[in-house]
T-cell receptor, first 109, second 113 residues
Framework: TQLLEQSPQFLSIQEGENLTVYCNSS?????LQWYRQEPGEGPVLLVT?????EVKKLKRLTFQFGDARKDSSLHITAAQPGDTGLYLC?????????FGKGTSLLVTP | DTAVSQTPKYLVTQMGNDKSIKCEQN?????MYWYKQDSKKFLKIMFS???????INETVPNRFSPKSPDKAHLNLHINSLELGDSAVYFC????????????FGPGTRLTVT
């Protein structure tokens, strides 16, 4: 199992603030996915990045895949309470998706 | 119309019992998975089937046995339940293994007392 380290583990911010979540590994992944999980539900895919250096935007969320395909970041601009949830990165290697331990984000009004 | 469904949603049982969790997907996907999410929210792959063939069998106790009667179903049977088995179990499916988007079910919260 290839480990993915996410930081920070917990993040509590106020509405309107910006934040960045990091996902790091010593392993190279063929692709990396970001999921968001809300309480009592399963994770839902936000984005898949495939190419080293790739940047993808999803409204106020910006995802970047590291040049060496070992790390990724998620930046949220002007966070809203609806962004609250558990953010999980997952690296694809072989048949498996290896998940990070997640970043729990709380955005308060 | 639910894409990936699991039953039951909650399962409370005593140590030593045997229980099953069922999963069905109506997405026409070839690959299905079982994950375990512990109390610290760590999501760990347990098993994966592709076209009814077992392709991932992580280091889990052999008390856990998956069974895929067809491509749309993947069930998980657990024998002799232990306290440490308490967790949320997620079923997921994807078009093909790993790199493709995985669709998760709502989870089954298993509590062993």
């Amino acid at each position: 199992t290839q480990l993915l380290e996410q930081s920070p583990q917990f993040l509590s911010i106020q509405e309107g603030e910006n934040l960045t979540v990091y996902c790091n590994s010593s392993s190279v992944f063929s692709s990396l996915q970001w999921y968001r999980q809300e309480p009592g539900e399963g994770p839902v895919l936000l984005v898949t990045v495939v190419t080293g250096g790739e940047v993808k935007k999803l409204k106020r969320l910006t995802f970047q895949f590291g040049d060496a395909r070992k790390d990724s970041s998620l930046h949220i601009t002007a966070a809203q309470p609806g962004d609250t949830g558990l953010y999980l990165c997952a690296g694809a290697s072989g048949y498996a998706l290896n998940f990070g331990k997640g970043t729990s984000l709380l955005v308060t009004p | 119309d639910t894409a990936v469904s699991q039953t039951p949603k909650y399962l409370v049982t005593q140590m030593g019992n045997d229980k099953s969790i069922k999963c069905e997907q109506n997405l026409g996907h070839d690959t299905m998975y079982w994950y375990k999410q512990d109390s610290k929210k760590f999501l760990k792959i347990m098993f994966s089937y592709n076209n009814k063939e077992l392709i991932i069998n992580e280091t889990v106790p052999n008390r856990f046995s998956p069974k895929s009667p067809d491509k749309a179903h993947l069930n998980l049977h657990i024998n002799s339940l232990e306290l440490g088995d308490s967790a949320v179990y997620f079923c997921a499916s994807s078009q093909a293994p790993a790199s493709y988007e995985q669709y998760f079910g709502p989870g089954t919260r298993l509590t062993v007392t």
